[in-house]
Nanobody, 119 residues
Framework: QVQLVESGGGTVQAGGSLRLSCAAS????????MGWFRQAPGKERDRVAG????????LYADSVKGRFTISRDNAKNTVYLQMDSLSPEDTAVYSC????????????WGQGTQVTVSS
């Protein structure tokens, strides 16, 4: 079992930046690969970024590639999402999730944090 708590959301103007954090507690954080997801009103939840257990491998959705950066600090049990060049289309609830199998389902979820980008 692992508990995930996101922070760092808020309101920012278009072109601005935010950094989200996801703090994990419970079982060994480094045993999990992590992902950041987002869900806008009326839309499905999509993964925007993923990172493997070591932090060496990352992947991004095309919509955020070159603007968002996922990273992790296993000593601090935390995964981050640095978001730059934000646009109103990035407005959504952002959630982090964990899985213990590289290609399995994400089984642990945080409660989410709202990100609003104003034009």
């Amino acid at each position: 079992q692992v508990q995930l708590v996101e922070s760092g959301g808020g309101t920012v103007q278009a072109g601005g930046s935010l950094r989200l954090s996801c703090a994990a507690s419970g079982r060994t954080f480094s045993s999990y690969s992590m992902g950041w997801f987002r869900q806008a009103p009326g839309k499905e939840r999509d993964r925007v970024a993923g990172i493997d257990k070591s932090g060496r491998l990352t992947l991004y959705a095309d919509s955020v590639k070159g603007r968002f950066t996922i990273s992790r600090d296993n000593a601090k049990n935390t995964v981050y999402l640095q978001m730059d060049s934000l646009s109103p289309e990035d407005t959504a609830v952002y959630s982090c999730a964990a899985r213990d199998k590289a290609y399995g389902p994400y089984v642990y979820w945080g409660q989410g944090t709202q990100v609003t980008v104003s034009s």
